[in-house]
Every structure is written in C-alpha cells, then in structure tokens.
C-alpha cells in the first residue's frame, strides 16, 4: 500500500481489539469459511471441542477469542472486503 502511494489505516486487531461487529461487517464481504484460518499455528495448537462441531456462530466466537485466528490481511474498502494478500487481486482491486 505505502509502496503504491495508497492511503490506509492500519489496524492491528492482536493490540487493538476486535468486536463482533467489525467481523459482521468483514461477514458481509466474505463468507466465516473464508475469515477462519485453520492452516495457522493458533488453530492447530487450539484444544476446543468446538472446532469439530463449526458453525458461523461458533466460528466467530472462535476468532473474537483468538484473533490470530483470522486470516490477514483483511482489507476493507468502501466497496468491499477482501481477505488474504494476492498481487494480481491487488493490483485489480486498485487499477495498477
């Protein structure tokens, strides 16, 4: 972003915190499915009966618990809501 003169704001939910409501809005964009990282150390290492039983409720509970949990970066424009980091999407998303 800052290599492409594009102006953001960078948050990171790790120190700054995480709601639900930020993760329903991120929900409007992407599906829980795609926000969950379960190739990440935090959910190998997670001890929870819960990760047998997944829903989007328990997903979500899941992450605002674990931050780490969720995949980055996640990019929130006024358009959308991207999860991940590919150049060529990137390089689409903001015409270069």
């Known amino acids: 972003m800052t290599d492409n003169n594009l102006e953001f704001e960078f948050h990171d939910f790790r120190q700054g915190g995480l709601d ?3 993760i329903d ?3 409007e964009s992407v ?3 795609t926000l969950l990282n379960k190739r990440g150390t ?6 929870d009966p819960r990760k047998d039983q997944l ?4 997903a979500i509970t899941l992450m605002l618990e674990n931050p780490t949990l969720i995949k980055r970066p996640v990019l929130v424009t006024e358009q959308q809501c991207t ?4 150049e060529a999407d990137y390089a689409i998303l903001f015409g270069r």
């Open 55 to 58: 829903d989007e409720a328990t």
């Open 42 to 47: 935090t959910w190998r290492k997670l001890d």
């Open 25 to 27: 809005v991120w929900l």
């Open 83 to 86: 999860v991940g980091f590919k």
């Open 31 to 33: 599906d829980w499915e």
């Open 20 to 22: 639900k409501a930020t």
